[in-house]
């Protein structure tokens, strides 16, 4: 079945640029969303289909998939932003839907 | 404005079941396909299973899959998964989920129902 591999955790200081990076097997063939997950709270969605942003998701929040691994991109970083982040896409080889193991943004 | 609101979840020894419902409003439901996804304390997400909009298609993850089986009424806007012969492992908060851009993403969320499986 279809992997995708992220890092458990990420650090960056207010204002400065986080990146959040989803591993998997020939990754640029295939559709990448992102959702971001506060504690005690349902996931949202912030980017989809690589690089869209659905109404009401910051412009900070930015995604890319040219090549292994895509990336999530999140510029000026405020403490709000702090939360666990996963990547997700379809697989349609087994009709499955697959998540990364998620990572932890920490805010300094 | 969209909702989806999960019910159903509690406490069960191992080998029984639970049936879970989510209930939508503020879309037409009819139009669109769903799932389930469910989140272990402390663990990531994982997808448990999807049915379209006509209820014609349906796909399980591996691990519920002959255990679980979802359904949908949409004359009552409702989801369904019926939980047979759980496990300690299927313990999880359990998410329904419309899906957007026709098949790939999960652009709406619930707030989710807790299901523990203990003895």
């Known amino acids: 079945s279809y992997v995708l591999t992220q890092p458990p955790s990420v650090s960056v200081a207010p204002g400065q640029t986080a990146r959040i990076t989803c591993g998997g097997n020939?990754?640029?063939?295939?559709?990448v969303h992102w959702y971001q997950q506060k504690p005690g709270q349902a996931p949202v969605l912030v980017v989809h289909?690589?690089?869209d942003r659905p109404s009401g998701i910051p412009e900070r929040f930015s995604g890319s998939n040219s090549g292994n691994p895509a990336t999530l991109t999140i510029s000026r970083v405020e403490a709000g932003d702090e939360a666990d982040y996963y990547c997700q896409v379809w697989d349609n080889i087994s009709d499955h839907w697959v998540f990364g193991g998620g990572t932890k943004l920490t805010v300094l | 404005q969209v909702q989806l609101v999960e019910s159903g979840g509690g406490l069960v020894k191992p080998g029984g079941s639970l049936r879970l419902s989510c209930a939508a409003s503020g879309f037409t439901f009819s139009d669109y396909y769903v799932s389930w996804i469910r989140q272990a304390p402390g663990k990531g997400l994982e997808w448990v299973s999807y049915?379209?909009?006509?209820?014609?298609?349906?796909y399980y993850a591996d691990s519920v899959k002959g255990r679980f089986t979802i359904s949908r009424d949409n004359a009552r806007n409702s989801l369904y998964l019926q939980m047979n012969s759980l496990r300690a492992e299927d313990t999880a908060v359990y998410y329904c989920?419309?899906?957007?851009?026709?098949?790939?993403?999960?652009?709406?969320w619930g707030l989710g129902t807790l299901v523990t499986v203990s003895s």
């Open positions: 049915i379209s909009n006509s209820g014609n298609t349906i």
């Open positions: 289909d690589d690089s």
């Open positions: 989920a419309r899906m957007g851009g026709g098949l790939d993403y999960f652009d709406y």
């Open positions: 020939n990754i640029r063939s295939k559709s």
